[in-house]
């Protein structure tokens, strides 16, 4: 028996990093005191070579799969990571970390700075894709892992795949990247630009100061998410789900929720302000913004991919998907080709818009299945 | 097995690097890979068949010959498998000609339009011809490019392609090695099968894979003794 075997199949925390390991960041600046959430389901095998990284999108966090500790809900990825599933806990180690920046338990905008002992607020540096993956890799280094054998992840979680490939192709064997974009489009930035205005908008938000104030930018930031829930469907998925269904009988002759989107809508909103922070929303979203892998290498993506040619990939879009189309998955995988590296890429039908990651959608279990049996079988 | 697929495992060599385009479930891919150890990948436009592919965990990606050719690096492929799939591509000319500059060496199948059951259909019928080898009618065939044999032979002149095998075949019965100029293989053959490459561009050397054994003369039934 190795001494993995009587490690917990589920475990998590707080990884707190010494004053001798700042997170370099991509602005120039550092994070001292780096604290990253992290949440692991199966045991790592005896050579480390089982573990796989999955990469949360912009307002999920490390509960991927298990009970979520404060919604008792399932994890987000449960379709995916499970008994029989295609990530079995009993065949992997799965790993999933707050992503810095974030609110769920590591180092963000509403942690303390240790300079001033107050809430960071807008005094929080700037971060990017590129230093979410830093802090991951610092992360899978501190737990002994040298090399990845998958790193995977939808949406935000999907250009952090693309980032490791690019950052440390030498420390995954594969990726999965699913739903996403290799940059932000004009449209993805005016929506996330939308979004934050909401926020500053509010004058709950004070400057960024609103803990101090004891305050939050509730309805800033629910007006933002409003906005942004309607970016993750479709107009079938809408119609489908509510058409032009009314609420009540007959109309208000006013400004009341008359219409089932429109309750729908005002729901998500109210929900999600209760699970986030709108400081962590506005920094998440501008690090998207930023996300341009092409872009230290002359615009030429296939360049970022050049030293990730053994690395195994598998790209999938949805069909229905109008934030990150098809188009934008088809130019990743066509700059993998074109950089020599393996890859499978399927767009996969559905009505279900961006969330169809998140979704019952059998083919994509199916894909990932097979893929992820091929990468077991070549450990 | 299909007697494309069985021809096509004989003249591929082992451990070779092989794209299959229009790869379809991946039951070619999949005999490449187990029985010759090859590299395998796969380019399908079908996403139902590309799922399944996925699913069986080989590298497919959903595209199209027409254009996503164009985005493979050169000679980044020992063989590019194209099985009954030309006569469906938008350009024929282009694939072919991509084919050769992404793999030192193409294996090309095709239903031959020459063959005496198309030209009999036609002649007796006077319609679109509707045989065992190309059964849809008109109006619903995925095939928009057929040709001849003797068609095909043409633009591997004009590519300047070297035919280094040439091979009929008929349904249930194994290939037969023909000699492509022949005009009356051009009626007997449902369907051909060559294996090209470019004569301007001397093709990688033949390989010393494994025993190093002289790899042509071994076993027959298999060109590379595997």
Same mark, same amino acid.
């Given at each position: ?32 005191? *780096? ?79 240790? +300079? ?30 040298? #090399? ?13 795949v693309l980032q490791w490939a690019a950052s440390y192709p030498?420390? *995954? ?10 940059? $932000?489009?004009?449209?993805?930035? +005016?929506? =996330? ?34 906005? +942004? ?37 005002? $729901? ?13 929303? *506005?920094?998440?979203? #501008?690090?998207?913004?930023y996300f341009d892998l092409a872009a230290p290498h002359g ?30 998955? #088809? ?10 590296? #393996? ?23 199916? +894909?990932? =299945? ?10 | ?5 069985? %021809? ?8 070779a690097r092989v794209l299959d385009v229009g790869c379809g ?18 380019? %399908? ?52 000609? %991509? ?31 509707? @045989? ?8 619903? @065939? ?13 633009? @591997? ?6 035919? %280094? ?62």
């Open positions: 028996m190795t001494s993995s075997d009587t490690s917990p199949v589920e475990d998590g925390g707080i990884w707190r990093f010494g004053p001798d390991q700042p997170l370099r960041l991509d602005s120039g600046a550092g994070l001292q005191g *780096l604290e990253i959430a992290w949440r692991s389901y199966g045991r790592l095998n005896a050579d480390g070579s089982n573990a796989v990284l999955i990469c949360h999108a912009l307002t999920l966090d490390q509960h991927a799969a298990g009970t979520h500790p404060v919604s008792g809900k399932p994890g987000w990825w449960t379709r995916l990571i499970g008994p029989g599933r295609p990530l079995d806990p009993a065949d992997w180690f799965i790993l999933c970390s707050n992503v810095v920046g974030g609110c769920n338990g590591s180092t963000g905008p509403g942690s303390i700075d240790p +300079a001033t002992g107050a809430p960071y607020g807008v005094s929080f540096p700037v971060i990017t894709i590129g230093d979410m993956v830093r802090a991951q890799a610092m992360l899978v280094e501190a737990m002994g892992i040298g #090399r990845l054998a998958a790193v995977v992840g939808g949406s935000m979680g999907g250009m952090q030498e420390r *995954l064997r594969s990726a999965v990247c699913v739903a996403s974009a290799a940059r $932000h489009s004009a449209q993805n930035i +005016a929506f =996330h630009e939308v979004g934050r205005q909401a926020v500053m908008a509010d004058p709950d938000w004070r400057g960024g100061a609103y803990a101090a104030a004891g305050v939050r930018p509730e309805k800033g930031l629910a007006v933002a998410r409003m906005a +942004a829930h309607i970016t993750y469907l479709s107009e079938g998925a809408l119609q489908r789900k509510f058409g032009r269904e009314l609420q009540n009988d007959g109309l208000s002759w006013g400004f009341d929720a008359d219409f089932q989107v429109e309750s729908y809508l005002r $729901h998500q909103g109210g929900a999600f302000v209760d699970r986030f922070d709108a400081n962590s929303y *506005l920094y998440i979203t #501008r690090a998207m913004d615009g030429v993506l296939a360049e970022a991919f050049r030293p990730a040619r053994d690395v195994n990939f598998c790209v999938l879009s949805f069909t229905s998907d109008w934030l990150y189309p098809t188009a934008e998955s #088809r130019h990743i995988v066509r700059s993998l080709n074109a950089a020599g590296a #393996r890859a499978s890429f399927l767009e996969i039908e559905s009505d279900k818009g961006h969330d169809a990651f998140l979704l019952d959608e059998p083919v994509m279990d199916g +894909a990932l =299945h097979g893929f992820f049996a091929s990468v077991r079988a070549s450990l | 097995m299909r007697e494309d697929f069985r %021809e096509i495992l004989r003249l591929v060599r082992p451990g479930e991946g039951d070619l891919l999949e005999m490449l890979i187990r029985d010759k150890g090859a590299d395998g990948r796969g380019l %399908e436009l079908e996403a139902l068949k590309v799922s399944d592919c996925l699913a069986r965990g080989l590298s497919v990606i959903q595209g199209d010959a027409d254009r996503d050719l164009d985005y493979f690096p050169s000679r980044a492929f020992d063989y590019a498998v194209l099985s009954q799939t030309l006569q469906a591509t938008r350009n024929p000319r282009h694939v072919l000609n %991509e084919l050769l500059r992404i793999a030192d060496r193409a294996i090309v199948s095709f239903p031959n339009f020459g063959h005496w059951r198309v030209r009999w259909s036609l002649l007796t019928r006077g319609r679109m011809p509707e @045989t065992r080898a190309l059964p849809e009618p008109w109006w619903s @065939t995925p095939n928009i490019h057929l040709c001849s044999l003797a068609d095909f032979a043409a633009l @591997t002149e004009d590519l300047d392609l070297r035919v %280094e095998h040439c091979a009929a075949l008929v349904r249930g019965r194994p290939a037969r090695t023909i000699e492509p100029g022949r005009g009356w293989e051009n009626w007997r053959a449902e369907n051909a099968l060559f294996l090209l490459s470019r004569r301007s561009q001397s093709p990688t050397a033949e390989p010393a894979t494994g025993s190093g054994a002289a790899p042509q003369t071994s076993a027959p039934g298999d060109l590379f003794g595997a």
